[in-house]
T-cell receptor, first 112, second 111 residues
Framework: KAGVTQTPRYLIKTRGQQVTLSCSPI?????VSWYQQTPGQGLQFLFE???????NKGNFPGRFSGRQFSNSRSEMNVSTLELGDSALYLC???????????FGPGTRLTVT | GQQVMQIPQYQHVQEGEDFTTYCNSS?????IQWYKQRPGGHPVFLIQ?????EVKKQKRLTFQFGEAKKNSSLHITATQTTDVGTYFC???????????FGTGTRLKVLA
């Protein structure tokens, strides 16, 4: 079974730009969660999608948004990038929200 | 807000020594998961605990969930160099139903 894939793997953007990250979950998994990982703050929950609906949201500003498509693939968007948005963005898929999560390799975003 | 604290932050052990990391939540959890992240890698699921007082073992790893479902521990017996990495707990909060990750314990094993 193929694992969770994320594209792109690395990204360099300039302050003020916007970025879209993509995540393809494991086949059959309908729950997709996004996390931001930084050395200072650890792993922080961004949002969770299930069957195209956002079921839960973390404490991030409105510049962070996401969506899920009918094939369970998910995208997250960050607008008006700030230096502090530099992080590893991880996507995780699971069958249901209280099941084990399978993480993708992440997208390393650097904002200059 | 809801927090999951994990101690210690770092642990260096000699190969063959035991290692334990502890997780404490400010609120009751529906379940707790444990993950391992190797340097440069992504978190990999180890185990999930659901019941109060539950204990699970995986070879040299022993996981416990507290009676009040607010704390958990991971114990590794006789560490090996392959155990190197950061261990995270992730608690599913009962009310808001989101996973809160612990701060992680970075384990170094000296050969």
């Amino acid at each position: 079974k193929a694992g969770v894939t994320q594209t792109p793997r690395y990204l360099i953007k300039t302050r003020g730009q916007q970025v879209t990250l993509s995540c393809s979950p494991i086949s059959g998994h309908r729950s997709v969660s996004w996390y931001q990982q930084t050395p200072g703050q650890g792993l922080q929950f961004l949002f969770e999608y299930f069957s195209e609906t956002q079921r839960n949201k973390g404490n991030f500003p409105g510049r962070f948004s996401g969506r899920q498509f009918s094939n369970s693939r998910s995208e997250m968007n960050v607008s008006t990038l700030e230096l502090g948005d530099s992080a590893l963005y991880l996507c995780a898929s699971s069958l249901n929200r209280d099941d084990e999560q399978y993480f993708g390799p992440g997208t390393r975003l650097t904002v200059t | 807000g809801q927090q999951v604290m994990q101690i210690p932050q770092y642990q260096h052990v000699q190969e063959g020594e035991d290692f334990t990391t502890y997780c404490n939540s400010s609120t009751t959890l529906s379940n707790i998961q444990w993950y391992k992240q190797r340097p440069g890698g992504h978190p990999v699921f180890l185990i999930q605990l659901v019941k109060s007082g539950e204990v699970k073992k995986q070879k040299r790893l022993t996981f416990q969930f507290g009676e009040a479902k607010k704390n958990s521990s991971l114990h590794i017996t006789a560490t090996q160099t392959t155990d190197v990495g950061t261990y995270f707990c992730a608690g599913l909060t009962s009310g808001t139903y989101k996973y809160i990750f612990g701060t992680g314990t970075r384990l170094k094993v000296l050969a």
